[in-house]
C-alpha cells in the first residue's frame, strides 16, 4: 500500500483541503498523511476525507500540531460499477444568503428571509443546501432571528455550509449554533455540483 505525506502546516483554509483532496484522487486504496497545525484546519481535512469515502483517524503528535491519518477505500465491488440512476432523482439546489437579510429594507428582508427559509423547508427537494457567506453567516450565530427556520431545515436533511473565513472576520466563530462551519473548497464545490444555485 502506498504512503503519501501531505505538510499542511501554516497553510491557510482552504489549502490543507486542496492539498489533501488532491493527495486522495492521486492514492486510490492508498494511506495518507496530513499535518496540520490548527483545528479549523484538522475539520476541514477530517470531514472531506470521511464526505469522499476514507477511514480518518487523528492524533497530536505536539501541541497544536495534527496528524490526519487517511485510508481511502477502492473495493472491488464498486470500483467500475457506477451506482444506479433513480429514474427521477431529487434536484440538487444550493441556496446562498450574502446577507442578514433580504433586498435594501432591513426590518421588511428579516421578514423575507425568515419566510423565504420556511418557504424552502415546505419544498420536496431535501438534498439541497443552504450556504451562508458574508454577514449571512450571522442567520446561524447566536441570537439570529431564523435559528429555529434554520435549525428545522436542518432536521429535515438540509445541508447549511457556513463560511468560517467570515466567522472569523466578524468573531462570531463561537456563537455559531446550527450548521457546519465551512470553507471556499467546500462551498464552491458544494455550488458546483448543484443542479441549480439560488441567490437572495
Do not use: W
Not at 484546519?41 to 495534527?66: D, L
Not at 463560511?163 to 468573531?171: A, E, N, S, V, Y
Not at 450548521?179 to 473548497?185: D, K, Q
Not at 462551498?187 to 441567490?199: F, H, L, R, Y
Amino acid at each position: 500500500m502506498k504512503r503519501i505525506e501531505v505538510d499542511a502546516k501554516g497553510l491557510e483554509c482552504p489549502q490543507p483541503v486542496i492539498l489533501t483532496k488532491k493527495a486522495i484522487a492521486q492514492n486510490p486504496g492508498g494511506e495518507l498523511v496530513v499535518y496540520v497545525d490548527n483545528d479549523v484546519a484538522r475539520e476541514n481535512v477530517v470531514r472531506m476525507a470521511k464526505h469522499e469515502g476514507c477511514s480518518v483517524t487523528v492524533h497530536e503528535k505536539e501541541a497544536g500540531v495534527y496528524e490526519v491519518q487517511i485510508t481511502s477505500v477502492d473495493s472491488p465491488e464498486t470500483a467500475g460499477n457506477p451506482a444506479p440512476q433513480c429514474i427521477e432523482p431529487e434536484a440538487e439546489i444550493a441556496y446562498m444568503f450574502d446577507s442578514d437579510f433580504i433586498g435594501t429594507n432591513r426590518e421588511l428582508g428579516k421578514v423575507l428571509s425568515n419566510g423565504f427559509l420556511n418557504a424552502i423547508a415546505a419544498l420536496p427537494d431535501k438534498k439541497s443546501s443552504i450556504v451562508l457567506i458574508s454577514t449571512g453567516v450571522k442567520l446561524a450565530a447566536e441570537g439570529s432571528y431564523v435559528l429555529e427556520t434554520l435549525s428545522g431545515l436542518s432536521n429535515a436533511g438540509f445541508t447549511i455550509l457556513i463560511c468560517g473565513t467570515c466567522l472569523d472576520f466578524f468573531k462570531i466563530r463561537d456563537k455559531v449554533k446550527v450548521g457546519t462551519v465551512s470553507n471556499a473548497l467546500e462551498i464552491m464545490e458544494c455550488m458546483t455540483n448543484a443542479d441549480k444555485v439560488i441567490k437572495f
